[in-house]
């Protein structure tokens, strides 16, 4: 037989790296506490009766009601999505960054914003030609998707050193010396290390005096930091500029795959006419449509609050646990990096930082990510923000398991074994 499936898929995709999801490893099976992937502990953004079932318009005001067209399943999906965008402008037209207005023209929305990120390389680089700038520690994604479409990645990491700043000075020396740069993928804040890039750190790349790129900025956590963060308005004043957003975090949607890249009118046609006509199922589009409206926004609001008191009870109570180090980058997310430390010496630690997560996952059921072998990241663990009632098991269980690995409790690995578990936790994309 001629087939030859290794000389004849593509070699980028035959030497992909691979990859799970933070829940490849461990399930949800109803009683683990998953910490791993920077989801929204508190459910839904939308207003449920207490066992789940949506309000449907039952109140006054019918701005809560759900109506899923269930008979109307066979048609294909508005592929424009209008009302939607225009919704989502409504929420991002804060006039703090500019005082003109985004409109609908301004949008493409995908299957999570995951979607985005793929269209964009597809849209802006040729494979095997072009590349394109990450910073880590970064989302797993931009480097996955990179390669699927054969486009080379070019690393300017975030200043460790400086609560992970970017470094606009050293990206903009790298687009001058490569014209083969089509895009810089930054985020906002970041993924794993919750800071907020600065306005004028994206400024200064945008304003690049050679560079014909465009810069992307992804601002998945946004909700989670201060008011008026969003640059998402900015779109209308730079024509490079596109702003990646999701309702996967502060929404608690993320099981509808609802995502949207704000951009300029230009950037954002050449999104929608490259997609694939009916991206967004209908429910994704109604459920979202509802999450918009005033009552369920309040909702999202105080998930929001509680989420922000859970993440301030955790900064001060996790430093009080011994072989918890310190907090690394900022705390604008639904997450914090944090570090494990040698008793003794006080040094970060990969081995304890291993340890612990390998022992909170498989005896304790607290998911949590190991991120030790990120740039600027030794010894640290990536922690979403759970419930009250998980932050308080969460911490319980942290102080025990830290006991156990300074007890000498758990036996020492031997250092290829334990280069192999660091690289297996590592290489998950959430
Ligand atoms: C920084 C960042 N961007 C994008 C995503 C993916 O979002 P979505 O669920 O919209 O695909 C994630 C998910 O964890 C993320 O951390």
């Known amino acids: 037989m001629p087939f030859n499936i290794s000389t004849c898929a593509r070699p980028n995709i035959l030497a992909l ?30 207003d449920l009766s207490a066992d789940g079932k949506l309000i449907n318009g039952e109140s006054e005001s019918n701005d809560s009601k759900i109506t899923i067209d269930l008979l109307g399943l066979n048609r294909y999906p508005d592929p424009h999505q209008h009302e939607l965008k225009q919704l989502l402008c409504d929420l991002r037209n804060t006039h703090v960054h500019t005082q003109k207005s985004i409109t609908p023209e301004n949008l493409f929305v995908g299957v999570g914003s995951d979607e985005a990120i793929d269209a964009l390389l597809r849209a802006f680089c040729a494979p095997g030609v072009d590349k394109i700038i990450t910073c880590p ?29 970017a470094q606009p000075d050293k990206i903009n020396a790298k687009l ?10 930054l985020c906002s804040p970041g993924n794993p290390t919750a800071s907020l890039v600065r306005k004028e750190d994206v400024r200064s790349i945008l304003e690049h005096p050679t560079w014909n ?43 509808i795959r609802l995502g949207a890249a704000f951009a300029s009118p230009e950037i954002a046609g050449l999104l929608n006419n490259m997609k694939a006509p009916y991206n967004i199922p209908n429910p994704t589009s109604q459920l979202a449509i509802q999450a ?21 009870r955790l900064l001060k109570e996790m430093p009080l646990i011994p072989g918890v180090g310190r907090f690394l980058g900022g705390q604008a997310s639904n997450f914090l990096l944090v570090e494990m430390v040698e008793k003794g010496t006080g040094k970060a630690s990969n081995e304890v930082a291993l340890q612990v997560y390998e022992r909170l996952a498989e005896t304790r059921g607290v998911v949590v990510r ?18 009250e009632k998980e932050v308080t098991r969460f911490l319980e269980e942290m102080r025990d398991v830290l006991d156990e690995v300074f007890a000498g409790k758990i036996s020492k690995l031997s250092k290829g074994v334990e280069e192999e578990r660091e690289r297996e936790a590592s290489g998950v994309v959430a």
């Open 176 to 185: 001058s010396e490569d014209s083969k740069i089509k895009m810089v993928y």
């Open 213 to 255: 790129g465009v810069v992307v900025l992804d601002e998945a956590y946004i909700d989670f930091a201060p008011e008026g963060s969003s640059l998402a308005e900015w779109v209308a004043e730079w024509p490079n500029l596109v702003v990646m957003q999701t309702l996967s975090k502060a929404f608690g949607l993320a099981g």
């Open 17 to 46: 790296e691979p990859y799970r999801c933070a829940r490849d490893d461990y399930k949800d099976n109803g009683t683990n506490i998953l910490l791993d992937a920077n989801e929204n502990a508190y459910g839904p953004g939308l």
């Open 370 to 387: 190991f991120r030790g072998k990120e740039p600027g990241c030794l010894g640290c663990l990536r922690v979403t923000v759970g419930t």
């Open 292 to 312: 918009l409206q005033p009552r369920n926004l309040e909702v999202m609001y105080r998930h929001r609050e509680q989420i922000i008191s859970q993440r301030d």
């Open 137 to 165: 520690p970064t989302y797993g994604m931009y480097a996955v998707s990179a390669q699927v479409n054969d486009v080379g990645i070019v690393k300017v990491p975030l200043d460790a050193s400086n609560d992970f700043a």
